[in-house]
């Protein structure tokens, strides 16, 4: 007999992802780019994208590699041509000593990275603790591993920084890991050493890894500095540092990173790289190789000063709004804009400029409860799109 269909429902989906928000800053990207492909004209400052391509030397590199006949898979750890280029820039830009056979690996870009990281560290039950705003993938992929995402709050009036008292009042016995962003997403901080070494001491005195995502470690503005966590005394044991070429050298699409970590962590995250994903693509590898090997050329470093200067204006500009408040950020290229004297929640504000101006923008509460009341607006789009989006900004905000 046929079986009957009309009564057949599916196996449920698994309850992790029911739980789980979707990404606002890529939902929004993808709302955009539809309203885009139907005809609208948006401008689009949600997700962290720059205006530019990426660098020819670097297509160049990757294309010739491809060509050359570099298309099978590597070493689950990723090509060795790739991770003695990656040691050589953490010694010229983060006096880090590295060993490239033992303390890297080739990741699919910083969330590749942090994936593996929490694969090889947690437990069901351990506890994660991070900031409050902070990046909107962080929490939902500690859940998807049986970890408890602990925020701890960024309060405007510590001008977005961890207190000391806050973050030891966080710990429990199930503490496994703090996990952080410098230069940060979203609000621009960029952590001093001395604000380094708080998170250093809770580290080091309730023995806990520290993930550290420096994918904006590269655009840092004015007088400020980067600096790598894992440099600051007795960190290097405890350290796991993720970078990439995502956002600084405009390879969104290439998803091509590492993690810097001790042997025994690397180690274990080749062993989950060999069953999850085999390897990063190889001809991606050795553009990456490229962008890191050898000090940054002026197609990068132009095209730095350029961002600089862009989210000056725009910081500038927002600030100019009624009821807006926004600094220059310390590093990265978001305008962290607080809209609280406007009496409108992020959320309210978000959609009505995507309704009304055809702006995107990503709400605060994205990022956290502490990011009400602010908008979180990608600064290195065009001078076009940039003077677009200003005037529609005007438009709505009076």
């Not at 962080?138 to 049986?146: D, E, L, N, V």
């Amino acid at each position: 007999m046929p079986m009957k269909t009309d009564s057949v429902h599916p196996p449920e989906l698994t309850q992790r992802i029911h739980a789980a928000p979707e990404s606002a800053t890529v939902r929004i990207a993808d709302l955009a780019k539809t309203l885009r492909r139907q005809g609208e004209d948006v401008v689009d400052f949600s997700a962290g994208r720059a205006a530019e391509d990426t660098p020819k030397p670097i297509c160049r590199t990757a294309s010739d590699a491809m060509m050359n006949g570099d298309t099978h898979q590597t070493m689950a750890q990723g090509k060795p041509e790739y991770r003695e280029a990656v040691a050589k820039k953490l010694k010229r830009e983060n006096a880090i000593d590295a060993d490239p056979e033992t303390e890297i690996i080739a990741t699919f870009g910083c969330k590749n990275g942090l994936t593996l990281s929490l694969l090889s560290i947690l437990n069901p039950g351990d506890e994660v603790i991070l900031e409050d705003p902070g990046f909107v993938s962080y929490a939902p992929t500690i859940q998807f591993f049986g970890g408890v995402p602990v925020p701890v709050p960024l309060r405007p009036e510590n001008d977005h920084r961890w207190k000391e008292e806050e973050l030891r009042a966080a710990i429990t016995d199930r503490t496994k890991a703090i996990l952080f962003c410098s230069p940060h997403n979203p609000t621009g901080v960029v952590h001093t050493p001395e604000e380094l070494d708080v998170i250093c001491r809770v580290a080091q005195e309730n023995n806990l890894y520290v993930i550290s995502d420096e994918i904006y470690e590269r655009v840092v503005w004015g007088a400020h500095q980067h600096t790598c966590i894992s440099t600051r005394p007795g960190m290097k044991a405890y350290s796991i540092t993720l970078m990439g070429l995502t956002k600084t050298a405009s390879m969104g699409g290439w998803r091509v990173g590492f993690t810097y970590a001790p042997a025994p962590v690397i180690r274990a995250m080749v062993t989950l790289q060999q069953h999850l994903a085999t390897c990063v693509s190889s001809f991606t590898q050795m553009g990456a190789a490229h962008a890191f090997g050898e000090e940054p050329g002026t197609d990068l470093t132009n095209m730095w000063k350029e961002w600089e200067r862009r989210c000056e204006y725009m910081t500038s500009e927002l600030d100019s709004l009624p009821g807006v408040s926004c600094s220059m950020p310390e590093g990265g290229f978001y305008g962290w804009a607080d809209i609280r004297q406007t009496g409108e929640s992020s959320e309210a504000l978000a959609e009505r400029l995507l309704k009304e101006q055809h702006v995107a923008v990503v709400p605060g509460s994205a990022f956290g409860e502490q990011g009400a009341g602010f908008l979180r607006i990608t600064c290195v789009k065009s001078d076009q799109e940039l003077e677009k989006g200003v005037e529609r900004l005007k438009r709505v905000i009076k």
